[in-house]
């Protein structure tokens, strides 16, 4: 099956700094890429995703790259705050049945 | 936007007891969902796929006896944990396909905990 392996697994940046955190997959045949927030004791919500036809997709301070052929993808936050502070997940998928396989997590903490 | 609910939000239990918990779409219509679950400070991992009117799918190490899956209706599905044990307390968590455009939405989860 599949193998999600996630990097960093605890990061901490100052405000304002970017934050990068990896993940590299196993299956060539996944095809659909998100990541998720998640607060303590909350929900995963979704911030950003991306399809395997696109290299690259930003939304305002989060943006998300693909390398296909490496098997990794990334999220970058710029202009961190301390709302962004939370645990992240990547998480791979393929066909289109939402299967989702996560990473290991990284909890981000953005200091004052 | 698409909401799923799940019930209860948290349960305590005494151990050899059985806990029933429903994940269910509120404004749409889902024939596929997912549960999982997840210890504290860990990933989240894949229970099983319930769909709907047919048997759960599950993944490798998951035991189908112990933790059975109902998906009755288009907008339900339920996660039964029998005879729970302390090992079993886990913060379970649904997701639910929207079948008309293929996206995923996440219940709020349910906190386990078998005394």
């Known amino acids: 099956g599949e193998n999600v392996e996630q990097h960093p697994s605890t990061l901490s940046v100052q405000e304002g700094d970017s934050a990068v955190i990896k993940c590299t997959y196993s299956d060539s045949a996944s095809n659909y890429f998100p990541w998720y927030k998640q607060e303590l004791g909350k929900r995963p919500q979704l911030i950003i995703d991306i399809r395997s036809n696109v290299g690259e997709k930003k939304d305002q301070r989060i943006a998300v790259t693909l390398n296909k052929t490496a098997k990794h993808f990334s999220l970058h936050i710029t202009e961190t705050q301390p709302e962004d502070s939370a645990v992240y997940f990547c998480a791979v998928g393929a066909g289109g049945g939402n299967k989702l396989t996560f990473g290991t997590g990284t909890q981000l903490k953005v200091e004052l | 936007g698409a909401v799923v609910s799940q019930h209860p939000s948290w349960v305590i239990c005494k151990s050899g007891t059985s806990v029933k918990i429903e994940c269910r779409s509120l404004d749409f219509q889902a024939t596929t969902m997912f549960w999982y679950r997840q210890f504290p400070k860990q990933s989240l991992m894949l229970m099983a796929t319930s769909n709907e009117g047919s048997k759960a799918t599950y993944e490798q190490g998951v035991e189908k006896d112990k933790f059975l899956i109902n998906h009755a209706s288009l907008t339900l599905s339920t996660l039964t944990v029998t005879s729970a044990h302390p090992e079993d307390s886990s913060f379970y968590i649904c997701?639910?396909?929207?079948?008309?455009?293929?996206?995923?939405?996440f219940g709020e989860g349910s906190r386990l905990t078998v005394l």
């Open positions: 997701s639910a396909r929207r079948t008309s455009t293929g996206e995923l939405f």
